[in-house]
Every structure is written in C-alpha cells, then in structure tokens.
C-alpha cells in the first residue's frame, strides 16, 4: 500500500511562516503530480496546491487555490523524493490539517485526480 507522509504542521502566529514537507518509501513522488490539500474543522477538504511530474510536459508547472496565491509555494526535491509547501503571511483562516497526495496523471489538471493520500499534518495559525 502507498503510503505518504506529512510532517512540519505546527502552531504558528500569524504572519508566520511554516514549511510542511511530504515524503514517501518505496514510492517515487515524482513518478506523480503531487498536491496539497487542508480540512478545517467543520468544513470540507479544499485543494491548496499541486506541482506537476517532472515526467509531463505542461505549460503549467504548479497550481494554487486562489486564496493562497502570493504566499505559498509548492516546490519538488527529487533527490530528496521529497515535496514542499512553503508557507507565508499566515492567517487564522489557513489553520486546517494538511494532507499531500499523488496524482497519476502527472499533471496538475484539477485537484481531483489524486489516488494515494497521506494521514495529514495539523496547522495553527493563532496568536
């Protein structure tokens, strides 16, 4: 079973930074488009950000929901195997666990192609 996994959630203050990092074993992210994904409490899961396989060709390499444009970036380091959200200007409103997840598509198309899920990484943002 592939498994991610989610690691760097933390509480912050806001207009803090925080880097969530995503990694797997025995799986190659980049063999996937990887994105990640926030449930806060009450509400449903919401695609944040994706970056493409380096193994597609597209015009667009990364993909953000509007409400974070400008202060995150989603960005890839295959020697790692490793997938990073850079995470800026932090608000209240970003607190949500986080989840990454690989899209075998390779492409950053929509949020809704994802197969492999990780269990997640809680955010605070609060002072």
């Known amino acids: 079973q592939v498994q991610l996994v989610e690691s760097g959630g933390a509480l912050v203050q806001p207009g803090g930074s925080l880097r969530l990092s995503c990694t797997a074993s025995d799986f190659t992210l980049d063999y996937y488009a990887i994105g990640w994904f926030r449930q806060a409490p009450g509400k449903e899961r919401e695609g944040v950000s994706c970056i493409r396989s380096t193994f597609s060709y597209s015009d667009r390499d990364t993909l953000y929901t509007d409400s974070v444009k400008g202060r995150f970036t989603i960005s890839r380091d295959n020697a790692k195997n490793m997938v990073y959200l850079q995470m800026t200007s932090l608000k209240p409103e970003d607190t949500a666990v986080y989840y990454c997840?690989?899209?075998?598509?390779?492409?950053?198309?929509?949020?809704?192609?994802?197969?492999?899920w990780g269990k997640g990484t809680p955010v605070t943002v609060s002072s």
């Open positions: 997840a690989a899209d075998p598509r390779r492409l950053c198309i929509d949020f809704y192609g994802m197969k492999f």
